[in-house]
């Protein structure tokens, strides 16, 4: 299902949640929302799911509207569900009830589907790998069995558009690790349209086929993840999601930036115009390499060293400025040492 946003503004009282909201999503695209908390990413998916009206602006799915300033079709009447953070399971109900709930109460389940229903439980159970749970109440199920429930209930009624609130942040870090690759493949068994609502960048980068990155409310750039990854065009990009250094200076012609109170030079490498425009020069941890050739080269001091097991993570102090550089153990550098920083790049 392809779903449009377009132009959408969403007041809570006086709190302006999200202002001027376009976007495009496309049929079987996996897209997710990334951002800080409060952003607004829950807002959009609220909107999206049809929970929530909106202030300004419309919302089509497959090209008819579903809301605008005036109406919203209710959530049961698009052909959409949710996975919430929460899991949201009811506990009076065993697994092959939740299952079967959307099934039988939702208005865009087709005839055929509700045909079949019994074996279209049996069907999702064994696609979630709960074929021996289905007698179990939710109190008897472990954090990721709930969450494998709450997906199961999601995918059932067979929705074009599959909305995911942090689904897994209520998970450790290993089994998280292991949803990732159980929701990559339930896209590509389903190929519904997927929006995933995260404020981990990791999952975003690792899953998405293009990212949504959000602040306060607005959208601060829209890309695949090595477009958003390499080429962020705003500041707050190029530190919320690659956790890039910001380096002050001027960028003369476009094409060499000095750094501020210093003759050193640096070239570009692609960086986009947005940025220069700041008088930014944007390197990530891993772009830095700290040497102790410090002649004609722009030089901080070392504050902190941290043993990674694969690098060692250093802070620098360089003109006022802490910048994070990571290193190959074979770089090892002492605290207090005067280094050379240089981009990689
Ligand atoms: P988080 O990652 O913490 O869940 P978020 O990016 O999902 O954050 P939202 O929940 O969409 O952010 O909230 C966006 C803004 O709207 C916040 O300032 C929030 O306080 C406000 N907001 C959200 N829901 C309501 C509400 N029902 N009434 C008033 N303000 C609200």
Known sequence: MSTAVKHVNKKFGDVQALYDVDLNIQDGEFLAILGPSG????????LLAGFESLTDGAILLDDSEVANNKMVVPPEQRNVSMVFQSFALWPHMNVREH???PLRHHHFVDRALKGKMADRVNEVLRIVELEDFSDRMPNELSGGQKQRVSLARAIA?????LLMDEPLS????????EMRREIQALHQLTKASIVYVTHDQGEALAMADRIVVMNKGKIEQIGTPEEIYYYPKTPFVATFVGKANLFK???HQSSVFTLENSAVSWRDWGIPDE????NLYPLRPEQITLTNQTQDQMTGVIRSRQFQGKEYHYSVDVAGQTIIAHLPISKKMEIGEEVAIMPLV
């Open 157 to 161: 009624p067979e929705p074009k558009l």
């Open 39 to 46: 952003c607004g990413k829950t807002t959009l998916l609220r």
């Open 170 to 177: 209520n998970l450790d870090a290993e089994l998280r690790m």
């Open 99 to 101: 299952i079967q709930f």
């Open 275 to 278: 940025i220069k425009k700041e």
């Open 249 to 251: 200076g001027t960028w």
